[in-house]
């Protein structure tokens, strides 16, 4: 029962990662507003980043930080058999803080493009800035 | 109920009905042991970089060249920034009324707070969980707490403008550079750790370059971030009346 309930709950969370792509992506394409693509944007990021962190998941109790403790043979064996993977951890630790700073980015982007158009909406973004009517 | 709630709990029940079903079909089994690279990674970083920690020696000595072109980018996306918008401080200065003298004194103990546990996750950051990224992101939070209760335009008079913070951004990836260039004056390869650097310092363990990495890292990520709060504080009223878009 509990195999069970483990290879359900590792399913179920490959599957709601998956769900959450999907609504961000939706969001990104068939969103109005700049802000809220931006918003769509770091959900997706987010997700990915989880991702990543889940590659490394592995079961097992209890889970310690890949950080010796002691430096006898002893704690080599409980390190091996109960850290946590830290190559995951390494890529989103910097994942994280590069799409902050992009993410940052983008911001003074919709704000600058806000001043200049009065509105957030894209489609108006583009007729206000280009003087191209957008059709659909 | 509006149309998009039912599809969403459509969106849910698919979901939880198709892990289900992919579970009694596939019946997957579930990964119970670190993965190879990870054990090598756990098993040598304490020999190969002084450092206990696996995740700081990833992240400055194994991938140490990925890191620094990940600052460049991260340097690259706040230059850009900053220079989208092209502010006078002279808008700054207009706003400098805070909030109460009751949030000022309670940020104040806070900001403290944060500041000093920031500075345990940096000087840290080699030997437990921590770094220069999140030390420096915490030093950041500490920072946009302090922007809106005490108003852009006194923290300007009181002389913290982003031209500063952008030199002092600059002065730390220059650093964070030459200690990545300095072993190649000896014939190492470029980021070169254990080689080069020694493992402590009168009976201190700062593992290499791993700390010095950590401190110039973590004072890049808090500058910037500090310079985008600045930045991203003007209210729009300043921005009409000031130097136009």
Known sequence: MVVVLEAFTYILIIAVLGLNALVSIYGIVYGRSLVKKLISLTILS?????????????YAYP????????????????LVKHASDPLPQALV??????GLAVNALIAFGIIQ?????????ARKVVEVLSGVEVTE | MSRRIIILILLFTATLIASFTATIILNPATPSELKGLAKYYVLNTINETASPEAVTAIVWDYRGLDTIYETLVLYLAIVGGLAMF????EALLK???GLTLLSKTSTKIVALLIASIAAAIVFHGHLSPGGGFPGGSAVAVASMIIIPVFAAGTLIEKGVSSTKLVAIRGAALTALGLVALLPVVKGLEIVTNQRFYPASILG????GSLSLYNLFESLAVASGFTAIALYLSIPEEAHKGGSGA
């Not at chain 2, 092209?86 to 401080?89: A, L």
């Open chain 1, 63 to 78: 889970i310690v930080p890949p950080v010796y403790q002691d430096l006898a043979g002893a704690g080599r064996e409980f």
């Open chain 1, 93 to 98: 630790l910097t994942g994280i803080v590069i």
């Open chain 1, 113 to 121: 493009a806000y001043r200049l158009a009065k509105t957030t909406d």
């Open chain 2, 95 to 97: 706003t400098r009324i």
């Open chain 2, 204 to 207: 201190l363990p700062i593992s």
């Open chain 1, 46 to 58: 987010d997700t990915v980043l989880v991702a990543v962190i889940f590659a490394g998941f592995y």
């Open chain 2, 86 to 89: 092209k502010m006078s401080e």
